[in-house]
């Protein structure tokens, strides 16, 4: 024994001037000063809650995608990989969000739904931003925003720019694979609908080794996919469970609506060109 004795560590820095440096970048006040619950039933908190995380991982997986996008567009494979691949990670967490409302009841959910009148998650403007990325376009559902007109605005830009799968499609075209003139041409303002040509092109990459880069590619696509049909379905298994058949807020058929919903298609081809590999 020598006597030495380790110094015992450091605590905190625990005195600031104003508000604390994490508060002045995450802005967690903000946060949690905006759940203001309109009942005083004990499952609105939850409901409310989780509607938010879940349009703030809508925030994220739009710029991801955004990225991906922008990255295909300037050749860019590694970058648009990466955001690619961020992007499942927190779409995956996004599904995990319903894991504190997917068990309502009827009589829970009752409990405070005719508080929050119309609205409807079908109205969120971020999730409309995701659609529009996933090659989903529809220029009726922006007229739901024109009420606010820089929302409105910028979802009329998202409308007529190319989606994410658009862009992927570019990039395989300038690989030298046969994407068709008119799918590269076609008015980005329209919804994506499925090419036979699009299939071909697919069904050429899945035939080669699986670590090749487009096969790579086509699987990051996939896993996305996959996460958004996941979650689709999520919605509509959470609604059927605590409404059944009763009318959606925001005044659509509700669970029909959400089955027609939940069985677009999603990158379309690369489903199919997996029949004729």
């Not at 050429?204 to 996941?230: F, K, M, N, W």
């Amino acid at each position: 024994m020598n006597g030495f004795c380790p110094a015992a560590p450091e605590a905190p820095a625990l005195n600031f001037e104003g508000a604390t440096p994490y508060e002045n970048y995450v802005r967690a006040s903000v946060l949690s000063s905006l759940q203001q619950p309109l009942t005083s039933d004990q499952g609105e908190m939850a409901f409310l809650v989780t509607t938010q995380v879940m349009e703030l991982w809508f925030t994220l997986l739009v710029y991801e995608w955004r990225t991906a996008r922008d990255a295909l567009l300037k050749d860019d494979f590694e970058q648009a990989m990466d955001a690619l691949r961020r992007s499942r990670r927190t779409h995956q967490a996004l599904n995990d969000s319903w894991q504190p409302i997917a068990a309502m009841t009827p009589g829970q959910f009752n409990g405070f739904r005719e508080a929050f009148g119309a609205a409807s998650g079908f109205q969120s403007a971020m999730y409309r931003h995701m659609e529009f990325l996933l090659a989903d376009k529809s220029q009726s559902m922006v007229q739901a925003h024109r009420g606010h007109p820089a929302t409105y605005a910028e979802l009329q830009e998202a409308l007529a720019q190319p989606s994410l799968y658009e862009e992927v499609l570019g990039y395989l075209h300038r690989r030298g694979l046969p994407v068709p003139e008119r799918v590269l041409t076609r008015d980005p303002r329209e919804a994506y609908t499925p090419d036979e040509q699009v299939e071909e092109v697919w069904r050429q990459i899945y035939s080669g080794p699986a670590h090749d880069p487009l096969v790579q590619l086509g699987e990051e696509l996939t896993d996305i996919a996959e996460l958004v049909l996941r979650w689709r379905n999520d919605h509509l298994f959470a609604t059927r469970r605590a409404m059944g058949s009763k009318v959606g807020s925001g005044g659509s058929a509700g669970v029909a609506w959400l089955e027609k919903r939940a069985s677009r298609a999603v990158f379309p081809e690369l489903w199919s060109a997996r029949g004729h590999v």
